[in-house]
């Protein structure tokens, strides 16, 4: 038992530990916490069901603390270590084990805290994603194919398809999007759940036990990360991040989480659940003295949820003014769903096929298409766009340009006139 957990079957519910449960849950008895503002469940409010019934089956894990299993069980994640977030071990050398770790030495803002994604695959060195994409220790430039394994940027994510295993989704710096392939369907374990669609039986440790208790289930996931000293070993209680709060914060706290549940992002509560995020949201604020970037980020991970789920919320940071995001490069615009493969000069072959549908983030205006890092319409693509396939060395003379094209088949230098 922790000193907390000690001090707190002392307090019987004392003012002071009002806020000893998770998830918006409050303490009304030491063994006790009412969990029904925000729908939450287990003896300490620590998870929360994700009841819609358009989510995608994607499993996320955002902000330091996060994580939404494929089949939709959300929950307070507090360890600070590296956790196996999906795995899957193949006779056939197909294994393969996505890690995500968090930053030990996290204090006050869950967001801007450093993460990284691992990604394992039988017979390969390590990629890792993090600011910089690296493999087996060396930076790579995308777009990069590695065997099965195709990576590419797109606005400020990395995207990594596995041909047969499932699509990844990486925001540079606090989240990250895994989607299964369907031959995937009930085949995963790790922190992301067994993708069965019963988001009951979720929580089985690396020893094939079926458990309630979040903290069981979490440190069995937990890795070593190279070069650092072993976590801490104990699975006590972790301590709930709102637990410092007083009444009238937590009042202030809810009434900015609970944003998510009027417009303008009522229009995807038929599809994807508020409540997980409006829970997590508190718990950020907790962590960020309500930090307005902090609310922000916590928002937008409702809205692309709701994104993700075909039903972008198209406009909800301009009626929430303090969220806006200015673009930095003056061609792009704000878009909630820029398509995971967008139009493009280049044949499709050089699109990763995804099966996340769309990610946020800064791009070309629609109806423009992305081409030598700018924005053009679709009649000032490069000559190829128009179907026809010039032989490798030619020099093709159009009207508007001469383009000389590469043994690879791909397009050179362009010379305008
Ligand atoms: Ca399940």
């Known amino acids: 038992m922790s000193s907390w957990e000690r001090r707190l079957h002392r307090a019987k519910c004392a003012p002071s530990y009002l806020f000893s449960c998770f998830n918006g849950g409050e303490c009304v008895h030491p063994a006790f916490c009412d969990c029904r503002r925000f729908n939450a469940t287990g003896p300490r409010c620590q998870m929360v069901y994700n009841a819609g019934p358009e989510r995608d089956s994607i499993c996320r894990a955002w902000g330091q603390h996060h994580v939404e299993t494929f089949d939709g069980l959300y ?34 803002s869950p967001y801007t805290c450093s993460k990284a994604v691992s990604l394992f695959f039988a017979g390969e060195q390590e990629i890792h994603l993090a600011k910089e994409v690296t493999h087996g220790g060396a930076r790579v430039q995308l777009p990069h194919v590695m065997g099965s394994v195709r990576l590419q940027r797109l606005a400020g994510y990395v995207i990594v398809r596995h041909q047969s295993a499932f699509t990844l989704a990486w925001d540079g710096a606090s989240a990250v999007y895994i989607k299964m392939s369907p031959e995937f369907l009930g085949w995963t374990h790790g922190l992301c759940g067994n ?46 991040p709102c637990l410092q709060q007083n009444p009238g914060t937590m009042q202030g706290v809810y009434e900015q989480c609970e944003a998510l549940l009027r417009p303008p992002f009522d229009a995807c509560h038929a599809y994807v659940s508020p409540l997980p995020f409006t829970a997590s949201c508190t718990s950020d604020l907790c962590q960020s003295m309500g930090d307005e970037a902090t609310w922000c980020r916590a928002l937008a991970e409702y809205a ?37 493969c967008p139009a493009s000069c280049q044949p499709r072959a050089s699109c990763v096929d995804s099966e996340i549908a769309c990610v946020d983030g800064c791009y070309c205006p629609n109806g423009l298409i992305f ?16 179907g026809t396939l010039y032989p490798p060395g030619s020099v093709v003379k159009e009207d508007c340009n001469a383009w000389s094209v590469s043994a690879a088949g791909k397009r050179g230098v362009g010379h305008g006139h």
Request: net charge negative; with cysteine; charged share 20%.
């Open 75 to 108: 929950y307070y994640l507090s360890g600070k270590g590296s956790y196996t977030l999906v795995g899957r071990h193949e006779p056939e050398g197909q294994s393969f084990s996505i890690q995500v770790h968090n930053d030990p030495q996290c204090g006050s």
């Open 195 to 240: 993708n069965n669609a019963d988001p009951q039986d979720d929580l089985v440790t690396r020893y094939g036990k079926l458990t309630d208790d979040v903290v069981e289930f979490v440190h069995s996931w937990q890795e070593q990360a190279p070069n650092q000293p072993p976590g801490p070993t104990t699975s006590s209680l972790p301590r709930p």
């Open 304 to 340: 692309r949820a709701c994104a993700q789920a075909g039903q972008p919320l198209q406009g909800w940071r301009t009626q929430l003014w303090q969220c806006t995001v200015h673009c930095k490069e003056k061609a792009f615009t704000y878009n909630e769903c820029i398509a995971c």
């Open 371 to 386: 081409e030598d890092g700018g924005c053009v319409a679709p009649a000032e693509c490069p000559c190829e766009f128009h």
